[in-house]
């Protein structure tokens, strides 16, 4: 759709007078008045009160104060998301808590099924892994599959099942580590829960810590030598290998480039097919965050709260919109269509951006408390968008 043409540059300002709590907020029929909404807002940024619109676990979307477009259905639970036990993003709507995980209902958000998830050790890291219509759990020596169906459990491979972690999953396998001192990576097909591969963990001198499916069947690792290592997904063979700047923090991958941190302050390519280097965006007056590869483009973000749309063949940048927050690793957008969405602080809301030219299509925020970022996936119908106890399923156009 674009060639590299810059279109413009955007920035939007913080709002006076405390941020997005005062700006204009709509009480949906039924629910508390706007008096009341602004009374609860105030309350907020000076820290007095605990706002809360509804105990319910169930859907209960005629109580929302919004600002933005209307939610098709709303979710609230019990309880906080735990949102660092939960890795992936997946196409369904879901609220995992330290206890619990909750699979919703894509049209109406009911509560489709409760999964008992107690937090248990598992080498570290999340123990969920959301991929597809599906939630994994690692246990110990076990796996277990959560989805609309019937729930799937199978055994970690032999020399696998000491501390297991989930580490990504495609189409067709689930991949994991496990061993303990005597590390092994492992695919499992997610049809039988049959093992495909076994393979050690370390790879030249270092040790391979993360994978992560790219097209063509690869996987493209993390190496503690400082190296971005690609393996066959099929049989778990080495690829190629590259040496990069420094430990990588993250990776993001289309069908042609695997894209990394460059030093503290850039972004490099490398040629997915053979680990050729590419291009290198560098700026040191800002911290990039992992990128998002989309409709034929690359969204690069940094931690200033600058988001531009690049591309990939030589990272021209076609626009920028500077947003009125900074971003962090937990800023993870999502990209349906002709929008671009982009996640912040609680109090922030999330930012649909028109992927043509960054112009703010809208802004979506809530009166609810909470301190986590907005955590978004999508099925491609609609956008799930969700912060410590609340769920929305929002409309991706």
Same mark, same amino acid.
């Given at each position: 759709?674009?060639? %590299?043409?810059?279109?413009? =540059?955007?920035? *939007?300002?913080?709002?006076?007078?405390?941020?997005?709590?005062?700006?204009?907020?709509?009480?949906?029929? %039924?629910?508390?008045?706007? =008096?009341?909404? *602004?009374?609860?807002?105030?309350?907020?940024?000076?820290?007095?009160?605990?706002w809360r619109l509804g105990r319910s676990a169930e859907p209960d979307g005629d109580r929302v104060a919004v600002s933005g477009p209307e939610p098709l259905w709303t979710y609230r639970g019990e309880g906080p998301q735990a949102a660092d036990r939960l890795a992936g993003a997946g196409t369904v709507p879901l609220l995992a808590t330290a206890e619990m995980l909750y699979l919703l209902s894509p049209d109406s958000g009911a509560v489709a099924k409760r999964i008992e998830v107690p937090s248990v050790a598992t080498g570290g890291g999340a123990d969920l892994l959301a991929a597809g219509n599906l939630v994994h759990e690692a246990r110990i020596g076990r796996f277990a599959a959560y989805g609309y169906g019937p729930d799937r459990s199978t055994a970690a491979p032999p020399g696998a099942d000491r501390a297991c972690r989930l580490l990504a999953a495609d189409d067709e396998s689930l991949f994991g580590a496990g061993g303990g001192r005597s590390g092994r990576l492992f695919a499992l097909e997610l049809a039988t829960g049959r093992s495909r591969w076994t393979r050690p963990d370390q790879e030249a001198e270092g040790f391979l810590t993360e994978l992560q499916p790219?097209?063509?069947?690869?996987?493209?690792?993390?190496?503690?030598?400082?190296?971005?290592?690609?393996?066959?997904?099929?049989?778990?063979?080495?690829?190629?290998?590259?040496?990069a700047d420094q430990a990588l923090s993250w990776r993001e991958c289309d069908a042609e480039r695997v894209y990394t941190a460059r030093r503290a302050n850039g972004v490099r390519a490398f040629g997915l097919a053979d680990g050729r280097p590419g291009w290198v965006v560098e700026d040191q007056s800002w911290r990039p965050i992992r990128p998002l590869a989309a409709d034929g483009a690359l969204y690069l973000l940094r931690d200033s709260g600058e988001v531009t749309r690049n591309a990939p063949a030589d990272g021209s940048e076609m626009w920028s919109c500077r947003l009125p927050f900074r971003l962090d690793s937990r800023c993870r957008p999502v990209a349906v269509g002709e929008t671009l969405f982009v996640p912040g602080p609680t109090g922030q809301g999330v930012w649909a951006l028109d992927v043509a030219t960054g112009a703010v299509r809208w802004t979506f925020r809530d009166a609810e408390p909470g301190v986590q970022v907005w955590r978004l996936n999508t099925d491609g119908k609609r956008l799930y968008a969700g912060h410590d106890r609340v769920l929305y399923a929002l409309p991706t156009s």
């Open positions: 759709m674009h060639t %590299g043409e810059q279109v413009g =540059r955007i920035t *939007l300002d913080e709002p006076e007078g405390g941020g997005p709590l005062t700006e204009q907020v709509a009480a949906v029929p %039924g629910g508390p008045s706007r =008096r009341r909404l *602004l009374l609860g807002a105030a309350a907020l940024v000076g820290g007095g009160v605990a790219a097209p063509g069947g690869r996987l493209v690792g993390r190496s503690t030598r400082d190296e971005v290592v690609t393996l066959n997904a099929a049989d778990g063979s080495v690829l190629w290998r590259a040496a």
